[in-house]
């Protein structure tokens, strides 16, 4: 129940192209939904991060759209560039809970 | 400011060596946390603390010690690892133990040979 599953594996999308990656988790009590950049060899950046109250945030040419009915959550990339190309994880936690669990990434990369 | 910091980048050691992994933040954060993350995975939890105190270890080995000497100051001491702890170590802090963002540092390459 503490699992969150992410999808695709791996994308390739050409510049300019719209990028997005899914995550479904199960247990209803996670309230935060943060998605999290990686470059090879680097640690994870915090991109962009989300609670049930709301069913979208964007920033930039970030989204992130919420669904609770169906436990899901997605990253949408918009005007993908090939500087963005690199691992997406989403995650969730919960106030106190002292973990993220990860989703188990996504390998983006953006075409010239 | 949301800088982690981490020492050294890369550390090569043997199976017998003792090393130390240092993290440094300043931006008064009360959790901090340690990672490890292998080659296309997520990061795996190892010990989380809060307000100086261990407050989780995910079942990690002893041959990983961690130590947190002040709020601002995490270290992982190394002993006697094994070839398959070579991993990124990545440390991590947090406003304090109930807000979940966590800001994570750029790692340490480990190689055990």
């Known amino acids: 129940q503490q699992q969150v599953k992410q999808s695709p594996q791996s994308l390739i999308v050409q510049k300019g192209g719209i990028s997005i990656i899914n995550c479904a988790y199960e247990?209803?009590?996670?309230?935060?939904f943060p998605w999290y950049q990686q470059f090879p060899g680097k640690g994870p950046a915090l991109l962009i991060a989300?609670?049930?109250?709301?069913s979208e945030k964007k920033e930039g040419r970030f989204t992130i759209s919420f669904n609770k009915s169906a436990k899901q959550f997605s990253l949408h990339i918009m005007d993908s560039q090939p500087g963005d190309s690199a691992t997406y994880f989403c995650a969730a936690s919960k106030r106190g809970f002292q973990k993220l669990v990860f989703g188990t990434g996504t390998r983006l990369l953006v075409s010239p | 400011d949301t800088e982690v910091t981490q020492t050294p980048k890369h550390l090569v050691m043997g199976m017998t060596n003792k090393k130390s992994l240092k993290c440094e933040q300043h931006m008064g954060h009360r959790a901090m946390y340690w990672y490890k993350q292998k080659a296309k995975k997520p990061p795996e939890l190892m010990f989380v603390y809060s307000y100086e105190k261990l407050s989780i270890n995910e079942s990690v080995p002893s041959r990983f010690s961690p130590e947190c000497p002040n709020s601002s100051l995490l270290n992982l001491h190394l002993h006697a690892l094994q070839p398959e702890d070579s991993a990124l170590y990545l440390c991590?802090?947090?406003?304090?133990?109930?807000?979940?963002?966590?800001?994570f540092g750029p790692g340490t390459r480990l190689l055990v040979l």
């Open positions: 989300i609670r049930p109250d709301v």
């Open positions: 247990n209803t009590a996670f309230d935060y």
């Open positions: 991590a802090s947090s406003q304090d133990g109930l807000k979940e963002t966590q800001y």
